[in-house]
């Protein structure tokens, strides 16, 4: 870290992303939050740095290259180019179909504090001047688990790319199927996986970018079906929660299981890709797929 | 028809010892069956039985997973808990099936797919993922049916389906009714209370759109009477197999799209 970084004005703090290990925020009046904490401790090396640093740095952990959990919107702005956005069935939000006990004030409580309706935003933009339709889960958001929402925007997405042409590019998270929605949930990994199926006999390309943590119902679904499947360093991917793992085969597991790199050596991957050059190669891979740059914004990306 | 049981008194009748499982059901369903081993990528996963038969003198592809009737069976096929070479034989079983133009009769078994490191080594998540994506383009008739528990992506893995038919006793969970208690309360020992809550009978999931037809079980559950079950599901494939034969296959996958694009409850503004 350079000396003069340390003097650096910093941004609104209480905007920040990932939270610290320590109690979340929490509003004690009107407007006023408790600022987070002013050091970064990695969950993966328990390193610490700051917190301004840290966020400098993409959010990732400078001693590991553990790449932290962001917002949705955060991704966003640096994925997309800049006031490309337009975003897709923002106004979808959760029903309770098995009448579960508090779910609509969980879910009341997380759109007032994460600033979103649900646990994905999906909408079109474009990325190094390439058109393309965009999701990305946001693991604030009650682990970015998979409801009827999420399955249904996640499908209209695809939808859309299929009837504009476009490619689609999916930042996955998730802890997997909503359970608070039972069955239902169950089946938006057969909707969204059908989704897919679709696009993708239309000949239109489809990049998964897994980041941390993508589990459960979303990697036996969508996830696991991109053309071309990045992974961010050192996240966390796999099918059954490690702790079911353990209890089931009653036997410690190696550090590295169900990482990225895992992944990847067990061939689920086709790269681990560092945040700061995800847009650079999310545009070599539109550029190999016959897209051309600077179509009609919406539609005709090819 | 019988008895409005609760679900946890169905979860009690499809655990009771003597339920028949798809060891009873294959000889007396299928004629001529053959038995088909392997994913032809890593290995032969005893969890799920596939293989080829006919059912009233047509020929039909079928994929079950594996109940043991013991526990000598059971350590056999793991519980009914399939790894991913399970799931790729049973799709290697459904291309075959789309080429040679026969109906998919898939028997649903399982409490989930099996959680370990090997089953994650192999792609656990990825067999599953490539499953719904296929079958839901497979051009060819697919109707599932659940015979007991039908557990998770494990079970759903073998349910993108044309048509989803259930025993009456059966269950069809997100996840079973004891981890649903686990994850959401950390308290196991509500598994009743969550089996309860979570919607996961026949006629439920009738009522969700998520299934189409429930086939009868005897008084008391099929082990009362498994020749009478088995009447009862054989019938109910007579009906199936030719009605959704008869149906164009562009149509027939655009309905299957359909049942599972409109399944969802949510609101818009």
Request: aromatic fraction near 8%; proline fraction near 4%; include cysteine.
């Given at each position: 870290m350079a000396l003069e970084d340390l003097f650096k004005v910093v941004k609104d703090r209480s905007k920040a992303d990932v939270k610290p290990k320590e109690p979340k925020a929490k509003k004690t009046g009107p407007g006023v939050e408790i600022p987070q904490g002013l050091l970064f401790k990695c969950p993966r090396c328990g390193s610490v740095s700051y917190r301004d640093d840290f966020e400098r740095n993409k959010s990732v952990c400078g001693s590991c290259n553990y790449h932290a959990r962001i917002s949705a919107r955060t991704r966003l702005e640096m994925t997309a180019d800049k006031d490309t956005f337009t975003e897709l069935d923002a106004g979808l939000t959760s029903m309770n179909p098995i009448d579960f006990p508090g779910y609509e004030a969980k879910i009341a409580s997380l759109r007032e504090s994460c600033g979103i309706n649900e646990a994905i935003i999906t909408g079109v933009c474009r990325i190094h001047r390439y058109n393309t339709v965009i999701g990305i889960m946001d693991s604030n958001f009650m682990m970015a688990s998979m409801g009827s929402v999420v399955g249904e925007k996640i499908t209209r997405a695809f939808e859309y790319a299929t009837e504009h042409e476009l490619p689609v590019v999916l930042f996955t998270a998730s802890g997997g199927a909503r359970m608070q929605e039972g069955i239902i949930s169950l089946m938006q990994m057969a909707k969204t996986s059908g989704a897919v199926a679709r696009h993708s006999a239309a000949g239109q390309l489809y990049v998964t970018v897994m980041t941390d943590p993508t589990t459960g119902g979303v990697t036996a679904s969508f996830a696991s079906l991109g053309d071309i499947i990045i992974a961010e360093p050192k996240v966390l991917i796999g099918f059954a929660g490690r702790r079911v793992i353990q209890d089931t085969i009653k036997q410690q597991l190696p550090d590295d299981f169900q990482s990225a790199e895992f992944m990847l050596e067990n061939g689920f991957v086709d790269m681990i890709v560092e945040r700061k050059n995800m847009r650079s190669t999310l545009s070599k891979v539109f550029r190999t797929h016959n897209y051309t740059r600077d179509g009609d914004y919406v539609g005709g990306g090819r | 028809m019988m008895n409005d049981l609760t679900a946890t008194e169905r979860l009690a009748v499809i655990r009771m010892k003597g339920r028949p499982t798809v060891r009873d059901y294959i000889p007396a369903l299928f004629g001529n069956f053959l038995e088909l081993h392997g994913d032809r990528h890593y290995?032969?996963?005893?969890?799920?039985?596939?293989?080829?038969?006919?059912?009233?003198?047509?020929p039909v592809t079928i994929i079950a997973q594996v109940k043991g009737r013991n526990l000598e069976e059971n350590k056999r096929s793991n519980f009914s808990m399939p790894?991913?070479?399970?799931?790729?034989?049973?799709?290697?079983?459904?291309?075959?099936?789309?080429?040679?133009?026969?109906?998919?009769?898939?028997?649903?078994?399982?409490?989930g797919a099996f959680c370990g490191i090997e089953a994650e080594k192999r792609g656990q998540g990825e067999a599953i993922a490539r499953n719904l994506m296929e079958f839901m383009t497979l051009k060819t008739p697919v109707i599932s049916i659940v015979l007991g528990e039908g557990g998770s992506g494990g079970a759903l893995a073998l349910a993108v389906c044309d048509e989803l038919a259930m025993l009456e006793n059966a269950l069809y969970s997100v996840i079973s009714p004891r981890g649903f208690a686990s994850?959401?309360?950390?308290?196991?020992?509500?598994?009743s209370e969550a089996a309860e809550l979570m919607k996961i009978t026949a006629e439920d999931l009738v009522k969700f759109g998520v299934c189409e037809h429930i086939i009868d079980e005897p008084d008391g559950g099929a082990h009362n009477d498994p020749a009478l079950t088995i009447q009862n599901i054989s019938d109910y494939l007579a009906d199936a197999i030719p009605r959704l034969s008869a149906v164009d296959t562009d149509k027939l996958l655009e309905r299957r799209y359909e049942k599972f694009r409109k399944i969802g409850v949510f609101a818009e503004s």
């Amino acid at each position: 870290m350079a000396l003069e970084d340390l003097f650096k004005v910093v941004k609104d703090r209480s905007k920040a992303d990932v939270k610290p290990k320590e109690p979340k925020a929490k509003k004690t009046g009107p407007g006023v939050e408790i600022p987070q904490g002013l050091l970064f401790k990695c969950p993966r090396c328990g390193s610490v740095s700051y917190r301004d640093d840290f966020e400098r740095n993409k959010s990732v952990c400078g001693s590991c290259n553990y790449h932290a959990r962001i917002s949705a919107r955060t991704r966003l702005e640096m994925t997309a180019d800049k006031d490309t956005f337009t975003e897709l069935d923002a106004g979808l939000t959760s029903m309770n179909p098995i009448d579960f006990p508090g779910y609509e004030a969980k879910i009341a409580s997380l759109r007032e504090s994460c600033g979103i309706n649900e646990a994905i935003i999906t909408g079109v933009c474009r990325i190094h001047r390439y058109n393309t339709v965009i999701g990305i889960m946001d693991s604030n958001f009650m682990m970015a688990s998979m409801g009827s929402v999420v399955g249904e925007k996640i499908t209209r997405a695809f939808e859309y790319a299929t009837e504009h042409e476009l490619p689609v590019v999916l930042f996955t998270a998730s802890g997997g199927a909503r359970m608070q929605e039972g069955i239902i949930s169950l089946m938006q990994m057969a909707k969204t996986s059908g989704a897919v199926a679709r696009h993708s006999a239309a000949g239109q390309l489809y990049v998964t970018v897994m980041t941390d943590p993508t589990t459960g119902g979303v990697t036996a679904s969508f996830a696991s079906l991109g053309d071309i499947i990045i992974a961010e360093p050192k996240v966390l991917i796999g099918f059954a929660g490690r702790r079911v793992i353990q209890d089931t085969i009653k036997q410690q597991l190696p550090d590295d299981f169900q990482s990225a790199e895992f992944m990847l050596e067990n061939g689920f991957v086709d790269m681990i890709v560092e945040r700061k050059n995800m847009r650079s190669t999310l545009s070599k891979v539109f550029r190999t797929h016959n897209y051309t740059r600077d179509g009609d914004y919406v539609g005709g990306g090819r | 028809m019988m008895n409005d049981l609760t679900a946890t008194e169905r979860l009690a009748v499809i655990r009771m010892k003597g339920r028949p499982t798809v060891r009873d059901y294959i000889p007396a369903l299928f004629g001529n069956f053959l038995e088909l081993h392997g994913d032809r990528h890593y290995g032969d996963d005893a969890a799920i039985i596939g293989g080829v038969g006919t059912f009233g003198g047509k020929p039909v592809t079928i994929i079950a997973q594996v109940k043991g009737r013991n526990l000598e069976e059971n350590k056999r096929s793991n519980f009914s808990m399939p790894h991913p070479e399970g799931y790729r034989k049973a799709l290697r079983l459904a291309k075959q099936a789309e080429k040679f133009h026969r109906p998919v009769i898939c028997l649903v078994d399982t409490p989930g797919a099996f959680c370990g490191i090997e089953a994650e080594k192999r792609g656990q998540g990825e067999a599953i993922a490539r499953n719904l994506m296929e079958f839901m383009t497979l051009k060819t008739p697919v109707i599932s049916i659940v015979l007991g528990e039908g557990g998770s992506g494990g079970a759903l893995a073998l349910a993108v389906c044309d048509e989803l038919a259930m025993l009456e006793n059966a269950l069809y969970s997100v996840i079973s009714p004891r981890g649903f208690a686990s994850i959401l309360w950390k308290d196991a020992s509500r598994e009743s209370e969550a089996a309860e809550l979570m919607k996961i009978t026949a006629e439920d999931l009738v009522k969700f759109g998520v299934c189409e037809h429930i086939i009868d079980e005897p008084d008391g559950g099929a082990h009362n009477d498994p020749a009478l079950t088995i009447q009862n599901i054989s019938d109910y494939l007579a009906d199936a197999i030719p009605r959704l034969s008869a149906v164009d296959t562009d149509k027939l996958l655009e309905r299957r799209y359909e049942k599972f694009r409109k399944i969802g409850v949510f609101a818009e503004s």
